[in-house]
């Protein structure tokens, strides 16, 4: 009883403190339940904008992605080819202690071999690696490297028989004949180093195939042997054995021998080589091949022309300018071939986003603006150490003043072709990747008549360097 009076007493004081609590309460709940709905606008647009940052997050993510295979392709094919061009710069460098005449001969060599070795390996490279970056499945891959392995190796031994059995025709030529002092070295060296095609036309593609895979790790480690072997090999057979010009092919064409087995071993482990086994599948992933290296082989003989109308020229001027030549040359090449890492990376890239079914327009733009500006700073930041350092860099490649002064002349054209081959590399492997080998071709016919044009303008109005 005192329990229930107590509440009866208490509950008005209840009723004033707890009642219109519970009233507001009731109200505002009343009210949230009742207000008006968002529009369904609103809602579409806010839906929209939250699927736009998602979209964008994930785009950027995959941009971070992209820049990150980017640098893992191209700062090992960076450090190679940096490396592999040292193996003609050391054959530059030994031979530039001998005599204008030896070097300006095994300078007319190198660039017969190159002249006539581009029409073949270039495309087979160039192919090689767009056409394995954008196979996919490992039986589609095995086809694709033993296909271009069996190309490599047929094209090696057809070198060889070229350059060994016409090395005297194709040094006169390159306008140098029997009665010049750098006969003898010219043909000398192009027989014995047409003995190494073979593995030179092997050692190219099998890189060209691990760049296509996206390893540009294991070339780098095998690239390394090959430049050291060379180093100890070349002042042997130059200076030891008095083979002269015919020595560095000696040792250039040994290095890369030795230097091809474990790396082909390591393609095998990677990617299995059947080209027995294939035998009869491999026409199809042949024919695809002989169709884009055909392009790429008569887009090349324009480059070929142009860098022979060059090289006779500087032959014809004599033996100073034909040494002062050869030493640009390499040392261009070498320039040249850093920035063809940028191009290698983007071209593997390039070509794996254009065989997906759906590539994102915004990713390829991504590879197209960081591959040229990237190729830009390096080609542009080399010409300049080069340039600051010219002095040492020259006296450093050959002892004969009338030489360094002739280079030293042409120093400023040189480097400056390099910039502008820094921006070119990466655009071709915007293009080779794209697999838009027609538009590659016409635009390197429409640089080899301007180039061969302005030497014979030259030429005809009596210039000397």
């Keep these: 009883m005192l329990f229930v009076s107590l509440i009866f007493l208490l509950l008005p004081s209840l009723q004033q403190s707890y009642v219109p609590s519970l009233r507001r309460t009731t109200l505002i709940r009343y009210k949230s339940l009742h207000q008006p709905l968002p529009s369904r606008s609103l809602l579409t647009t806010s839906i929209a904008t939250a699927q736009d940052d998602s979209d964008h997050s994930a785009l950027a993510q995959e941009k971070k992605e992209l820049t990150k295979d980017f640098l893992k392709i191209g700062v090992p094919a960076l450090l190679q080819l940096a490396a592999e061009p040292l193996a003609a710069i050391v054959d530059t460098a030994y031979l530039g202690r001998l005599s204008p005449a030896i070097l300006g001969g095994a300078g007319v060599a190198v660039s017969a071999q190159y002249a006539v070795s581009k029409l073949y390996n270039d495309p087979l490279l160039r192919t090689s690696i767009s056409l394995v970056a954008a196979s996919s499945e490992d039986e589609n891959q095995s086809l694709a490297v033993s296909s271009a392995l069996l190309l490599a190796g047929s094209v090696g031994i057809i070198q060889m028989l070229v350059f060994f059995l016409f090395a005297r025709a194709i040094t006169q030529g390159m306008g140098v004949g029997p009665a010049s002092p750098m006969w003898f070295s010219a043909v000398s060296y192009l027989q014995v180093r047409a003995l190494g095609t073979p593995a030179a036309t092997l050692w190219l593609v099998t890189n060209g195939i691990f760049r296509g895979l996206g390893d540009t790790r294991t070339p780098l480690i095998y690239s390394l042997l090959f430049t050291l072997l060379n180093v100890v090999f070349d002042p042997f057979f130059i200076f030891v054995a008095g083979w002269g010009a015919a020595g560095a092919a000696a040792g250039t064409a040994l290095a890369q021998y030795i230097a091809l087995v474990p790396l082909m071993l390591s393609l095998n482990r990677k990617v299995p080589i059947n080209i027995v086994k294939q035998f009869a599948q491999l026409k199809t992933s042949l024919q695809q091949y002989l169709k884009a290296g055909g392009l790429v082989m008569f887009r090349t003989v324009a480059k070929v022309l142009a860098y022979s109308v060059c090289s006779r020229q500087a032959a014809l001027l004599g033996t100073v300018p034909a040494a002062a030549y050869n030493l640009t040359f390499q040392l261009g090449f070498a320039t040249t071939q850093i920035c063809e890492a940028v191009a290698v990376a983007v071209q593997t890239l390039m070509a794996r986003q254009i065989s997906q079914k759906k590539p994102k327009r915004e990713l390829v733009r991504h590879l197209i603006n960081s591959s040229t500006i990237f190729g830009g700073v390096v080609a542009t930041t080399l010409s300049l150490f080069t340039?600051?350092?010219?002095?040492?860099?020259?006296?450093?490649?050959?002892?004969?003043?009338?030489?360094?002064?002739?280079?030293?002349?042409?120093?400023?054209?040189?480097?400056?072709?390099?910039?502008?081959?820094?921006?070119?590399?990466?655009?071709?492997?915007?293009?080779?990747?794209?697999?838009?080998?027609?538009?590659?071709?016409?635009?390197?016919?429409?640089?080899?008549?301007?180039?061969?044009?302005?030497?014979?303008?030259?030429?005809?109005?009596?210039?000397?360097?």
Aim: charged fraction near 5%; include cysteine; hydrophobic fraction near 60%.
């Design 387 to 465: 340039w600051f350092g010219r002095a040492n860099v020259l006296k450093g490649l050959t002892t004969n003043i009338a030489v360094q002064q002739a280079a030293l002349a042409v120093f400023p054209a040189v480097l400056l072709t390099q910039v502008l081959k820094g921006l070119a590399y990466p655009v071709n492997g915007i293009l080779m990747g794209g697999l838009d080998w027609v538009f590659s071709m016409t635009a390197m016919w429409v640089a080899n008549v301007v180039c061969v044009g302005m030497i014979t303008l030259l030429a005809a109005n009596g210039a000397t360097a």
